[in-house]
């Protein structure tokens, strides 16, 4: 089975795919890290996105996720891919064709014969379209920022709020606006509004939505 979790940046994509998958023990594919780490590959290597070839011939290197780690060529860059550099690049070659089928690719490869909890932008309406549960997660946009912010704090990173607005607005626009698989709701995807919503309201949405989903597919 595949559950499918897309929505725009910040909206709790991750923290609530991990806590679901957890319970569901499903294997939990962070399909934004894999962007993350093919941007952070880029700029170490100085290659603009308009300088990407069309067969990424550049990117020699071997993408490896492990739950929430992921590795390149066999180096832990899971907290590399998090910081304000990667933020403010990743948007622009995720949206080069040939990074997305590279990477979709490997996306799908990972989902043979697993259970799969995979969230992104473009799971639902593109890489798998067939997926049996569908989420569209969304808030606002200054609830967004607000626990980014408070993320990034946490981390240490110094970064005012007004610079995490800019940057969660500026993604959007470029991953909405994108000519292939551009951020958008799945017309069998159900949206939820967490603006108003803490995480275990959130997770407990998902989890009684898949047994209705496992009780129709008894039914069928
Ligand atoms: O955690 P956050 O919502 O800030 O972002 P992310 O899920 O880590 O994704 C980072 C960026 O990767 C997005 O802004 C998109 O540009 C890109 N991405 C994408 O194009 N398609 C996906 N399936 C996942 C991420």
Do not use: C
């Amino acid at each position: 089975m595949i559950i499918a979790i897309d929505g725009p940046a910040g909206a709790g994509k991750s923290t609530i795919s991990k806590l679901v998958a957890s319970k569901l023990n499903f294997q939990y594919i962070d399909t934004g890290a894999m962007y993350r780490g093919v941007t952070l590959k880029f700029l170490r290597l100085n290659i603009q996105p308009d300088r990407v070839s069309e067969k990424i011939t550049e990117l020699q290197t071997e993408i490896q996720m492990d739950g929430e780690r992921i590795f390149l060529d066999g180096e832990d860059v899971s907290q590399e891919i998090r910081s304000i550099e990667i933020n403010q690049a990743v948007s622009a070659y995720s949206a080069i064709p040939a990074v997305r089928l590279f990477l979709v690719e490997l996306q799908r490869a990972m989902a043979v014969d697993q259970n799969i909890l995979v969230d992104g932008r473009d799971i639902g309406t593109y890489v798998f379209p067939k997926a049996e549960l569908k989420i569209f997660l969304t808030a606002n946009v200054e609830v967004r920022a607000k626990r980014r912010f408070l993320e990034m704090q946490e981390k240490g990173e110094s970064v005012s709020f007004e610079e995490i607005v800019s940057n969660i607005e500026s993604r959007d626009r470029i991953d909405s606006q994108r000519e292939m698989a551009p951020l958008k709701k799945a017309d069998d995807a159900i949206e939820i509004d967490t603006s108003a919503m803490n995480i275990a309201e959130v997770v407990n949405r998902i989890l009684s939505l898949y047994e209705m989903k496992q009780r129709e597919g008894l039914n069928r």
